[in-house]
């Protein structure tokens, strides 16, 4: 029996009430009648043989690429990036995808005598992962193989002595990049597409470049003309990456991208509730979900986050593809919109949305409000192809409880964006111009980035662009059961119920708006006609 | 009849920069204009009498008018009229120059109206100047006359009513001498006791078993804050343990023979001697009541210094006072200084007498204030002009009920008992931030109980006197002056309206001067810390240092060896480790507290052995797994916005090298432990010991010289009384999540205080333990 597909379901008086994500929790809400759902589709079919589906695609590439075996040879110089502990999310079941597939570029790499190898994550700005995060990834053969050799690196911007400059696109955008990998004889690049903003040219000139670079896609013009960038034809941040792939290309950098997708079986058994439609829920569902919420209310935070960080996605193949970089991510987009594509009929005035615990920023971490408000109006809000699900001048409500708590360790420089920045203001232009600058070259920020878990001191200023579609957009954000000081200070409205944030909402977009649900995770991506 | 006797006629004054005495100087200068003025004024530790005289009398504001008046005349009119001498009533011939001598032997008339005016003086002090000082000046002024060849000038020596209150009924102006009430005893007698008291009290204070227990006190007060700033300590309670030993000494003995306190039992002594001493030198005596603000001259409400019943006033309208003990149909006289002064200046007018004769100036006998009504006009004027309290809300006074004396005294003690026993349980408790400043606002409260318990000891008495000060003879002196010298010089009593002298004149002058809050507003504490937060984060250059410890991270030297000792280890092996460091906890802990150097010597022998490359790779990993995890953000904030503007930041810390090294970046310069090494091993000796205590005070001023800085340059950041003598040391020192110990003594001293917490949720471990896989590893 193949998957169902995505569903949207309108609500009517024998609808049960909906689940909205609430951070480590959930809540269930009656939405008024009328109101729509967004239902992902089902998860698609694992691949039945990974193992065999990623040997076929190594040696039968896409596009103007040789098989990978043909492109090892003896003394030569491999180089293998990798997506980071961002990808995916929650992480998946051991084994992960990453490690087969480069267990696979390695085994071909031996027979073919290549002993120059050495594994990059592909960080960009990103903290740097633990030895934990780095086992679970690529498992623990590769890792005992690789990490105590010091051939297991992760990709640092900071390090002037491993960058090099290749040159400019013809917007007179710099192209930087991790040395090793440009100096590659051949860069493999193994990537987890997730979403379709994921891939593609992005992997390489995002993921192995440094800010010299992305200052010119991670900005708060390039966001505000990416409409959205989960739909690569229509976001400047892609045309941007897509124009250093050519310039990366030009400069005689080889690389094998390989692309996977996962399908949405995200959560385990004991929370498969979640992945429920809830007018299918079974005694079990019900029992599963009464347990968990019970449960919960009397879990302190951090035990609750714990618990929630320790989950393992039984995600499974999907796809994989490999070869040139552009043909594979055609084929990849079109397995992600395989499995998330839904299509919607026309926009709403209101968009509501529950925020899970995790974004890809703060896997093992807490979920500062910055990384609420991205998740919310980067992310979510985001998911859409062709028009945004909510109207121009329309209000998201999104429910999370938004705690006014920060990861030191991972978010040093949030804490300071926040207390500091966001205090003064919450303009997107006035916030580039007058503080980008000084975080992210700060000198105590750069260190933690080296040599600790820490984000870069710019990535908070990102997060922030990320909303800036969303901010231009709506005419305001209202935020369900969140710490009332956290939301102000993002310049959002916090509100105590779902109906006390409807009626706020009417203010703004009159009486009897329309409401739209968007029921995610697991993730979708809404084809808005 | 006043100005014209005493025109060309030198007048000498003691005490000159007393409340009596100040007001005196200035009736002279203003309302005698043919007189000139000797001050006799003991020379200050740095300031020459002269100077003293310019600045403690003629800048205070009683002077005002008279400089109104004479505009820039005022200096040379002073200049001219007023002579400062140097002169100590507490030493034998004053401790005069030649000058000084020549001047006194000249003067027509003396007033001596310096004492010591503090009920609870020390025995020896009251009984050195109340006591000796009358016949003092009277020997040495027979002595200087008989040398000069000159007449023997008139002496008006300013004594007290109080010296016959111990008895009910009318207190006659009379010699003391005559007194039917009174049993004198002989009063070198009581100088002999007194010289003895303070010798014994002093031994007594130096017996082994007093010392520790002083040297206890201190060490409970300031905790592990080092050796000298200890013995400083020690010292201090010891000299007041002596002094209260004295204050205990006079007025008990003051009391065994009838005297409310010390200095009614001293001045009457005085007068005694002053008599037997005098020889043939004319005497009078004026004796005032209790001295408050003027009437009128030289402006209502005029007063100088904080005395009597001041501050049991302002206690009571403050909240802290809810009961004062007393009879209220007793007398509570008062007299305004006004009238004191005009009283004195008449006696030194008049014929200089053959015989030594007393006037008394009170308000008792012909125009009483009773106890009770005081206290509806005090409680009614504060109920309409109430004070207001730090959260800006009015007090609202109490309505007292005139309980007995033990009574109240009763419940004070047992209160102030409690809450010292609460102080010192608190100050065991290993509580910081904002619970120590709960603790210390019990010792607040105690200290509050404390003085209450104090003022009703002292003053109670003055609210259950029967006595009545009969004036008849200051009356009959008033009625034989002029009209013109009864319209300028008031000295009747009747003309007090209690009512509008308190409500409009005392109580306005008072809160005035006390400097309390009597309306809603702007917290004066928090425009203090703020200013203090300003001179500390200015963009002047600065030395900033901060201790580590729980005032940049929440953690310590135990912990991060337990998260190092554990990092290579399997699940039961850790378990292990750490039981065994927690049964160790109480005798490091111990250790710690008794000396913080011997300790990290003693504690740092566990890294004997330990592999020193992998260690220093660890402790990357320790950073990010435990110490960042607990630190404060704020204070990291906090020193990267010192950085920002320029400040030399400097990290000293009892910590290893190693283990703080990634906190590089934010300080100029760090100060830490150092192991030795030996072929790639730790071999658990400090190579360089940390700087502890006074050490780390020793170390800041020689950076601070280094980079050319004074101390009020110096900004020091701690969370401990071991790092006081640094705290001391640094012009602007910061207590940063104190302990109760801490937190009491920076409120104290008004430091500002940071709370500073960790991140919420960041770090739920209860024991740092690595709970990072053993195992291989990623190698940078």
Known sequence: MSPRPGVVLEVDRSTPPTLFWYGEGFRLEKLPVGSRVIYPPEPVAALADPEGAIRHALENPLGDSAPLSSLLTPGMKLTIAFDDVSLPLPPMRAPDIRQRVIEAVLEMAAQKGVDDVELVAALAL???????????????????????????????????????????????????????????????????????????????????????????????????????????????????????????????????????????????????????????????????????????????????????????????????????????????????????????????????????????????????????????????????????LVREGGVVIMSHPTPWAFNPVHHPSYIDFFEQVLADTTDLFEIESKYEHAFATDPWYIHLYRTGNAYHGVHPFYMWYWCAHALNHLSRVIVVGGDRAAVRRLGFSPASTLSDALEMAEDVVGRDPSITHIHTPPLLLADVQ | MIADNLAGKRIAVTGGTGFLGTALIERLLRSVPGCEVVALVRPGQRLSAADRARREILKNDCFDRLRGELGDAFETEAAARLTAIAGDVGRDGLGLDEEGRHLLAT??????????????????????????????????????????????????????????????????????????????????????????????????????????????????????????????????????????????????????????????????????????????????????????????????????????????????????????????????????????????????????????????IASGARNPLHYGMLVDLIRAWFTEHPLYDDRNQPIVVAEWSFPGRGRVQGQLRRATRLLGAAERLANQLPVRGEKAELVSTIEEQRSQANRALDYVELYGAYAETEARFRIERTIGLYESLPETDRAAFTMDPAVIDWETYLHEIHLPSIVEHARVRTSPGKRTLASREERAKRAIL????????????NTLIASNVVESYAWLATRHLEPGGRARLVGGLMAEAPRLLALDRRDRGDFLRHFYRRYEGAPAERLKRDALELWSDLLLLRAFPDGIARVRRHRSLGHHTVLITGALDFVVEPLRPLFSEIVAAHLGEEEGTFTGELISAPPTGEARALLMEELAQRYGLERGALVAYADSTSDLPMLEAAGLPIAVNPEAKLAAIARRRGWPIEQWARTRGADSRRLAVSTLRPGTRTTP
Request: with cysteine; proline share 5%; hydrophobic share 40%.
């Open chain 1, 126 to 388: 990103h903290r740097r992962m633990t030895d934990e995060e780095l086992r679970h990834a690529l498992g623990e053969r590769v890792f005992n193989a690789f990490a105590p050799y010091g051939l297991l690196r992760q990709h640092d911007a900071e390090d002037p002595s491993n960058l090099v400059h290749l040159g400019l696109t013809e917007e007179g955008e710099d192209v930087e990049l991790n040395k090793r990998a440009a100096e590659s004889d051949l860069l493999v690049y193994v990537n987890i597409n997730l979403v379709a903003m994921d891939g593609g040219h992005k992997s390489v000139a995002t993921g192995l470049s440094s800010y010299k670079s992305l200052r010119h896609h991670h900005n708060v013009r390039t966001m505000q003309h990416s409409r959205s960038f989960m739909d690569m034809h229509r976001s400047e941040l892609h045309s941007s990456n897509w124009r250093m792939g050519k310039v990366i290309a030009e400069a005689g950098v080889k690389v094998f991208q390989i692309e996977t997708t996962l399908n949405t079986d995200t959560f385990p058994q004991q929370f498969r509730f979640l992945q429920r439609r809830e007018w299918e829920w079974n005694l079990a569902d019900r029992s599963a979900f009464l347990a968990s919420s019970k449960a919960l209310e009397k879990t302190p935070p951090e035990i609750a986050r714990k618990i929630f960080h320790s989950i393992r996605a039984p995600h499974a193949l999907a796809s994989v593809q490999a070869g040139e970089v552009g043909p594979v991510h055609v084929r990849t987009l079109e397995h992600v919109h395989r499995q998330q594509l839904v299509t919607v009929e026309g926009q709403t005035d209101i968009l509501t949305m529950g925020l899970p615990f995790i974004s890809p920023y703060n896997v093992n971490s807490i979920m500062n409000p910055i990384l609420v408000a991205c998740l919310g109006l980067g992310y979510f809000f985001n998911l859409y192809r062709g028009r945004p």
């Open chain 2, 538 to 549: 200015s963009e002047e250059p600065r030395l900033v240092v901060f201790d580590l410890e």
């Open chain 2, 107 to 360: 003067c027509d008339v003396v007033i001596h109206s310096a004492a010591t005016v503090s009920f609870d003086a020390p025995l020896d002090a009251a009984v050195e100047v109340n006591m000796l000082g009358p016949s003092r000046v009277a020997e040495t002024l027979s002595e200087l006359c008989l040398e000069a060849g000159r007449p023997l000038p008139h002496l008006v020596a300013v004594s007290t009513a109080y010296v016959n209150s111990g008895h009910k009924g009318d207190a006659a102006e009379e010699l003391i001498t005559e007194s039917r009430y009174l049993a004198l005893p002989d009063w070198r007698q009581e100088l002999a006791a007194s010289r003895r008291a303070r010798s014994d009290a002093d031994a007594a204070s130096r017996h082994p078993e007093r010392l520790a227990e002083f040297q206890k006190r201190a060490r409970l007060e300031l905790g592990a804050a080092g050796t000298a700033l200890l013995a400083q300590r020690t010292e201090r309670f010891r000299q007041d343990w002596v002094t209260a030993q004295l204050v205990e000494a006079g007025r008990s003995r003051a009391r065994a023979l009838g005297w409310p306190d010390a200095y009614a039992y001293t001045k009457s002594l005085g007068e005694k001697a002053l008599l037997d001493t005098r020889g043939d030198l004319p005497v009078t005596i004026v004796r005032p009541s209790i001295v408050e603000s003027a009437l009128a001259e030289p402006r209502p409400g005029w007063i100088r210094g904080f005395r009597m019943a001041e501050p049991v006033i302002i206690s009571y309208a403050r909240g802290l006072l809810s009961q004062f003990p007393g009879v209220p149909e007793s007398i509570v006289d008062v007299v305004p200084v006004d009238l004191v002064v005009a009283t004195i200046i008449a006696v030194a007018a008049a014929e200089s007498p053959a015989e030594p004769s007393v006037y008394q």
